[in-house]
């Protein structure tokens, strides 16, 4: 499987942030999202295409379907500025390995 | 709670060894993996150690199959990264990773990663 992302993103604050995860048939997988700010681990934030985990603000929001999963940021602000990464386990590949996207960078303008 | 250690400094061709100690879960019960990112790249998974349920198997990306080896030590609480014959393209941050359960398959749990450098 390959993910592909946009390299980069800019939005201003208070504006929403979409980043698209392009895969063939990524619809029929769950996918997760990941927040990374510089230096530091990911942090999960979407996860099985729509949930999110405690902790994690309402403005994070997820969708998936068809060739493309999408993470949205609404009401974006200037602590959102990160690195973001889809990812689905790829159960139809041998060793059904763990396939991350090409991240995109997201700059609050 | 994930720790990792065992980075540093590598020559093109030799070997290393990761270790990751884990707290805060039973750690038979949990599929471990390692994730690297190179300097200025993005996420790339190693491979995985799965839980005593499935007899601890273990799946490698294509990249280190055969080269990479990951096993664990329960009485430890400890998974561990044996690399050899590195390239300069094994050069990253090397983050051992699991999943708490809590969010379905999704990777929750993250070390803070340790560095790993191949360089002669």
């Known amino acids: 499987s390959v993910l592909t992302q946009p390299p980069s993103l800019s939005v201003a604050p208070g504006q929403t942030a979409r980043i698209t995860c392009g895969g063939i048939s990524i619809g029929s997988q769950g996918v997760h999202w990941y927040q990374q700010k510089p230096g530091r681990a990911p942090v999960l934030v979407v996860y099985d295409d729509t949930d999110r985990p405690s902790g994690i603000p309402e403005r994070f929001s997820g969708s998936n379907s068809g060739n493309t999963a999408t993470l949205t940021i609404t009401r974006v602000e200037t602590g959102d500025e990160a690195d973001y990464y889809c990812?689905?386990?790829?159960?139809?590949?041998?060793?059904?390995?763990?396939?991350f996207g090409t991240g995109t960078q997201v700059t609050v303008l | 709670q994930l720790v990792e250690s065992g980075g540093g400094l590598v020559q093109p061709g030799g070997s290393l060894r990761l270790s990751c100690v884990a707290s805060g879960i039973i750690f038979s019960d949990h599929y471990m993996d390692w994730v690297r990112q190179a300097p200025g790249k993005g996420l790339e998974w190693v491979g995985r150690s799965r839980n005593k349920a499935t007899s601890y198997t273990t799946d490698y990306a294509a990249s280190v199959k055969g080269r990479f080896t990951i096993s664990r030590d329960g009485s430890k609480d400890s998974l561990y990264l044996e690399m050899s014959s590195v390239k300069a393209e094994d050069t990253a941050v090397y983050f051992c990773?699991?999943?708490?359960?809590?969010?379905?398959?999704?990777?929750?749990?993250w070390g803070q990663g340790t560095m790993v450098t191949v360089s002669s």
């Open positions: 990812q689905v386990w790829d159960i139809a590949t041998s060793d059904h390995p763990e396939v």
């Open positions: 990773a699991s999943r708490s359960g809590r969010h379905r398959n999704a990777i929750d749990i």
